[in-house]
């Protein structure tokens, strides 16, 4: 065992050690914070470094939430939802209410009808998924119209909009919430399911 001194000093004789063991302990400790990070850092936006344009404005540039271990290069994408200014506050309590119909929600903008339940026989032939078309548009907006929403609206995601830029966009309200997703293909492909506040004219997303 090591005694460390008031000063700081280890005692003669147990510098050396000292030293090493103090040096592996803070190694072991950046190591699992490292670890953490990594763990965590494959499901959240990336906030690029704030660039300076000719004007002298600083800008933030967002990247896309990365899914799994080979993400691909990188993709233009606007900001989440949740960073627009003008939403309305949302509660945790909220967000906890809808989780349960903001599936059943994405399962509507996503499959279109396909294996709604998980249950129905033609959930077993997987359908291949694809980059999401103006064709997927319109039967996301179709099969939105039928879930118990106040309103729904679909479109494939421009520049500065949530998410991936060509992703298909959706949002759908549910009293004083919206439910905004982004899904890179259809059927089923990876997304940033958002529960966010209305707009001040009441609406999920701006035209």
């Given at each position: 065992m090591h005694v460390v001194r008031d000063d700081g000093e280890l005692p003669v004789g147990q510098g050396g050690s000292?030293?090493?063991w103090l040096a592996h302990t803070r190694l072991v400790l950046c190591g699992a914070v490292v670890a953490v990070v990594a763990a965590t850092a494959s499901v959240r936006w990336f906030v690029g470094e704030p660039e300076r344009?000719?004007?002298?404005?600083?800008?933030?540039?967002?990247?896309?939430?990365?899914?799994?271990?080979?993400?691909?290069?990188s993709q233009e994408c606007g900001p989440p939802a949740a960073l627009d200014p003008r939403r309305a506050p949302v509660t945790e309590g909220q967000r906890t209410a809808v989780r349960d119909r903001a599936r059943a929600i994405r399962l509507a903008a996503s499959h279109a009808?396909?294996?709604?339940t998980g249950t129905q026989p033609e959930c077993a032939r997987r359908r291949a998924s694809h980059e999401p078309t103006q064709h997927d548009v319109d039967a996301a907006r179709l099969?939105?119209?039928?879930?118990?929403?106040?309103?729904?609206?679909?479109?494939?995601?421009?520049p500065g909009d949530?998410?991936?830029v060509g992703a298909l966009l959706y949002a759908a309200r549910l009293g004083d919430v919206c439910v905004v997703d982004n899904l890179e293909q259809v059927p089923g492909g990876a997304g940033g399911e958002e529960i966010v506040g209305l707009l001040p004219d009441?609406?999920?997303?701006?035209?």
């Open positions: 000292g030293r090493r344009p000719a004007g002298g404005k600083q800008s933030i540039g967002y990247g896309c939430p990365v899914f799994g271990l080979n993400p691909g290069p009808g396909w294996c709604m099969w939105l119209s039928r879930t118990e929403t106040s309103a729904s609206t679909a479109r494939l995601a421009r949530p998410g991936q009441g609406t999920c997303l701006p035209d």
